[in-house]
């Protein structure tokens, strides 16, 4: 996975972590990943089977002032199939956590992409 930047390999966790890959979820990292030039054998992996652990991406995740912009392409995949999952709920409030941001605060960027 080490051709994937830590951000890249966030969004991989994050499609996975229900276990399942929807669709619609598939189609948006298949285009984040092809934007940010990664192979097509290595996006088909990624598309197949989770290649990452959320959990071990976050720890070596560092944003700095990009964090808002992390928060709103993980909710914009996660909400792409129209539903949010418990297990993809709790990546949410870790991914909060490990950013400092405020429940309020996520809040705020997910009413930004419904507008």
């Known amino acids: ?3 994937l930047s830590p951000i890249q ?6 499609a996975w972590a229900d276990g399942n890959l929807a669709d ?3 189609l ?6 092809a934007n940010g030039c990664v192979s097509v054998s290595q996006i088909e992996a990624c598309l197949t089977a989770p290649t990452v652990e ?3 991406v976050l720890s070596r995740l560092s944003v700095g002032s990009a964090g808002e912009e992390v928060m709103r392409e993980v909710l914009l995949m996660l ?6 999952h418990s297990k993809e709920q709790d990546l949410i409030t870790r991914l909060a956590q490990h950013l400092k941001f405020s ?3 996520v809040e705020e960027i997910r009413r930004e992409l419904v507008h």
Do not use: I
């Open 1 to 3: 996975m080490s051709n």
């Open 9 to 14: 390999e966030l969004l991989v966790a994050a």
């Open 24 to 26: 619609k979820e598939a």
């Open 28 to 33: 948006f990292l298949r285009r984040v990943l």
């Open 54 to 56: 959320f959990g071990d």
């Open 79 to 84: 909400q792409s199939d129209g539903a949010l």
């Open 103 to 105: 429940q309020e605060k």
